[in-house]
């Protein structure tokens, strides 16, 4: 079961860049993201009610429900995409894969639990694989002061990520299931975008087109529906820093849908980051061997 929820969140979150590309045009994207997790909530709410599977949360759930939605269903999002304006993408994935180990440090830090040396150990092989995968992109990029903003915003966007991980584990240990949380937060994170755009005076106009209509419901059912829930149903059973290895898998995704929609061909240190990725993954994954007790000594 964990195997198919992890391969079905690489292949969705590793296919949505194709969705968000096509949403890029007359619609801002600060009302894109209010109009996603707005359809996603609403969709996640009938699903529940209708199946009668809606939990009840007290306000101590509510609480942490709107503070999940800020995290992982507004400021990610909106790190993340002004950040795109300033540095390429494949800065953004190099650095958004660090969230391996930005949750091991947060649930040892918040959950107290034990930092495995496999897991470090394969999120730093990710990471170094994706340098070299993206290695021409990183190089010939200039640096500049709104390549240091955009890189603050980026990390920034991942910590909040991070964040979002502890909040849906944190909710999970009080009984409360990914599908009702996930509801909740993406409702409020959807009103606090909104309320943003509304300050910055950004118009929230809509494309009837069928391209931005196609997408927007990509992003919002199996990219948001589906994707978060199984994501962080992940989170809860494997623990958020293994979970988040997806995120090192997300962009190597991409590059091989790259390949037959826009033409991307493999060099030799892009296969060796692959291999690297790989081997990161193994690693993460792998069970730590049980330390056996000593035999009682004989008399």
Same mark, same amino acid.
């Given at each position: 079961?964990?195997?198919?929820?992890?391969?079905?969140?690489?292949?969705?979150?590793?296919?949505?860049?194709?969705?968000?590309?096509?949403?890029?045009?007359?619609?801002?994207?600060?009302?894109?993201?209010?109009?996603?997790?707005?359809?996603?909530?609403?969709?996640?709410?009938?699903?529940?009610?209708?199946?009668?599977?809606?939990?009840?949360?007290?306000?101590?759930?509510?609480?942490? *429900?709107?503070?999940?939605?800020?995290?992982?269903? *507004?400021?990610?999002?909106? *790190?993340?995409?002004?950040?795109?304006?300033?540095?390429?993408?494949?800065?953004?994935?190099?650095?958004?894969?660090?969230?391996?180990?930005?949750?091991?440090?947060?649930?040892?830090?918040?959950?107290?639990?034990?930092?495995?040396?496999?897991?470090?150990?394969?999120?730093?092989?990710?990471?170094?694989?994706?340098? =070299?995968?993206?290695?021409?992109?990183?190089?010939?990029?200039?640096?500049?002061?709104?390549?240091?903003?955009?890189?603050?915003?980026?990390?920034?966007?991942?910590?909040?990520?991070?964040?979002?991980?502890?909040?849906?584990?944190?909710?999970?240990?009080?009984?409360?299931?990914?599908?009702?949380?996930?509801?909740?937060?993406?409702?409020?994170?959807?009103?606090?975008?909104?309320?943003?755009?509304?300050?910055?005076?950004?118009?929230?106009?809509?494309?009837?087109?069928?391209?931005?209509?196609?997408?927007?419901?990509?992003?919002?059912?199996?990219?948001?529906?589906?994707?978060?829930?199984?994501? =962080?149903? =992940?989170?809860?059973?494997?623990?958020?820093?293994?979970?988040?290895?997806?995120?090192?898998?997300?962009?190597?995704?991409?590059?091989?849908?790259?390949?037959?929609?826009?033409?991307?061909?493999?060099?030799?240190?892009?296969?060796?980051?692959?291999?690297?990725?790989?081997?990161?993954?193994?690693?993460?994954?792998?069970?730590?061997?049980?330390?056996?007790?000593?035999?009682?000594?004989?008399?």
């Amino acid at each position: 079961m964990n195997l198919s929820l992890y391969l079905l969140t690489v292949l969705i979150w590793g296919t949505t860049w194709i969705a968000i590309k096509l949403q890029v045009g007359e619609v801002a994207l600060v009302a894109s993201i209010a109009y996603r997790f707005a359809l996603a909530a609403l969709v996640l709410f009938a699903l529940l009610w209708f199946s009668g599977r809606l939990q009840p949360v007290d306000r101590r759930g509510q609480i942490i *429900c709107l503070a999940q939605g800020l995290c992982l269903f *507004c400021l990610n999002f909106l *790190c993340f995409y002004t950040a795109s304006q300033w540095i390429p993408s494949g800065l953004i994935a190099v650095i958004f894969s660090t969230a391996t180990l930005w949750n091991a440090i947060n649930a040892r830090l918040f959950f107290k639990q034990r930092i495995a040396t496999n897991v470090l150990l394969g999120g730093a092989l990710g990471l170094a694989g994706l340098g =070299l995968l993206f290695g021409p992109e990183l190089l010939g990029h200039q640096a500049s002061r709104e390549s240091l903003l955009g890189i603050g915003l980026a990390l920034c966007g991942t910590l909040c990520f991070s964040a979002g991980n502890m909040l849906s584990s944190l909710q999970q240990k009080a009984g409360l299931k990914p599908l009702t949380t996930n509801a909740w937060g993406m409702l409020y994170g959807a009103l606090i975008v909104a309320f943003i755009g509304l300050l910055s005076g950004t118009p929230f106009t809509f494309d009837w087109s069928e391209r931005y209509v196609g997408s927007l419901l990509y992003l919002a059912i199996p990219g948001s529906v589906i994707g978060f829930t199984a994501y =962080l149903t =992940l989170v809860g059973r494997m623990g958020p820093e293994r979970a988040a290895y997806c995120t090192v898998l997300f962009p190597v995704v991409a590059l091989n849908i790259s390949v037959f929609v826009e033409g991307y061909q493999w060099t030799a240190p892009a296969l060796l980051g692959l291999g690297l990725v790989m081997l990161g993954n193994v690693l993460v994954f792998r069970k730590p061997k049980p330390v056996l007790a000593p035999a009682p000594a004989r008399a």
